[in-house]
């Protein structure tokens, strides 16, 4: 069958570990010192690019920055690690974040067991010997009992197939591949397709360099001031002193952040109490906007109360009329597309020297050799054209290695209408797999970190649990699997979330893909508990051998 003509990593030559790891970000990181400092394992990283951090090693855009609050955006499991850090502002920027993540990586002597420029290509379960063969780009091969994804949600670059891209003279980039010595935008004219958290991050800063900066924008989004600012010394201080409360707060919300969502209804208060609220969370910044009302994401009449007044925000900041209708024209409820965050964005396009196409109404036709061209014929000249159109979210960096289950099954067909896992965390028929950050989790919908401490700590304890009981295999089942989906899509429903039938959270943004919301929308919190309850009750819905 089509599984025998694919490459099939042989036993021969194998380095092996206990664990094996791939992806050096976040994730992949605190794996490698729980099983190895923690269980006494011997793992390893396979990490594609030359450097540990992840996002935030390939993300180097201009305006990147996170929009979880610094104090959060990090790891809290260790006192030392989180006080001894001092982040310079409320939003760091790339490169800072960056500092931060090779931080960890020689505080924690990651470094030895992490290896660089290594992609995994493909990875075999081998029954007989009860463990992981991997192999990768190179041709070099490993054998691991276990088989950790640390690949990330976002970090498989989505480049649109536009006919023509080959002929452009000038030069192209994506967001999420960015060239390591910046790109000099000085006297250039420079094309941006995508308003997504990325592309609001990128205008301002781009239409500052560039002579000219020309937006197309298929879907108008919202975006709530950051108001970013460097920390005072009392706020590091009092980060310093709180480490605790700050991370019970976290773990006790829906979302991961350290706010509570106030539990008040849109509807409790008067129109001009509600104005006030908004204005209040307006000039405060940030993703706490989100968190003015309970029923924001699950009213839609609710959510019209927050669209109204951000779309008004718009309308007063754009000067020019037509461009402010067209970035006010947003087709989906607040908050069911990733929020974006900004600095500056909407004032950008008071710039003499920015424009905004609709290219919904008119779509890009093709790339030209000088420029984009339009439906109508409309052409503009572009000496630089900048995608910053997302990610093959959730699914795309993992269908990338050729991954073979038990029996022959890829995940590639267990996946074929769509990812499948139980919590997830794991997939039927791939024994010892485990994904975190899987589809099927939080992740996305909650700050990350506080995601993945959770999701890795819980395979430790997982794996923890196998050596104690002298379990050879762990593995899920296809019914706690249907089961889990079956959950995450009502957790979905239950919100407004799939009201944006256009985003990623839908797999919608990749042609093709199978249409299902991926992350768990019940909440981190929820999840957590729920995950401890399986583990207390001897791993219910997994089965040992
Ligand atoms: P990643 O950081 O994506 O790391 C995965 C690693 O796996 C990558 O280095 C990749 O090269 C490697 N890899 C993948 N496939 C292979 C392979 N086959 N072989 C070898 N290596 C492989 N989240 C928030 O909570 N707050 C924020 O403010 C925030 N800001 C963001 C800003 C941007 C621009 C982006 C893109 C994402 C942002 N995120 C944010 C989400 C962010 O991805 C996570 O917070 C976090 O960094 C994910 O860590 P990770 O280790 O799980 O994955
Ligand atoms: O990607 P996106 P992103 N023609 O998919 C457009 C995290 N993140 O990189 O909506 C024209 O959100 C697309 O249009 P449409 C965060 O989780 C976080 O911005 O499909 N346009 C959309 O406007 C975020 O959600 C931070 O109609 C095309 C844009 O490109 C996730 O990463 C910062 C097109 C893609 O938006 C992804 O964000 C950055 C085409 N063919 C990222 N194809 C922070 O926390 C796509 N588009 C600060």
Redesign the pocket.
Known sequence: GATQTRPQPAAGSATTVDALIVGAGFSGMYQLHCLRDRLGLSARVLEQGSGVGGTWYWNRYPGA????ESHSYCFTFDKELYEEWEWSERYPEQPEILRYLNHVADRLDLRRDIQLDTRVKAARWDAGANRWLVETEAGERFAATWLITAVGC?SSA?V?K?PGLESFEGDWYH??QWPHEGVDLTGKRVGQ???????I?AVPVIAAAADHLTV?Q??A?YSIPAHNAPLTREFKDYVKRNREPLRALMQSTPNGHPFAIEDRSVHDLTPDEREAVYEAAWEKGGLQFRATFRDLLVDKAANDTAAAFLKRKIRQTVKDPATAALLANIDHPFAT??P??DSHYFEAYNRPNVSLVD?RSDP?ERITPTGIQLRSGAEHELDIIVF????D?MTGALLKIDITGRDGLTLKQAWEAGPKTYLGLQVAGFPNLFTVTGPGSPS?LCNMPVAIEQHVEWITGCIAHMREHGFARVETTPESADRWVAHVNDAADATLLPMAG?S?YLGA?IPGKPRVFMPYAGGMARYRRICDDVAAHGYEGFEFA
């Open positions: 920055r996170c929009d979880s976002l989505n649109p536009i967001t999420g397709i995508g308003t997504g958290s990325t592309g991050q197309f298929r879907t989004n597309k990733r974006p965050i290219v890009i910053a159109t997302g990610f979210a996305v256009h990623w943004n």
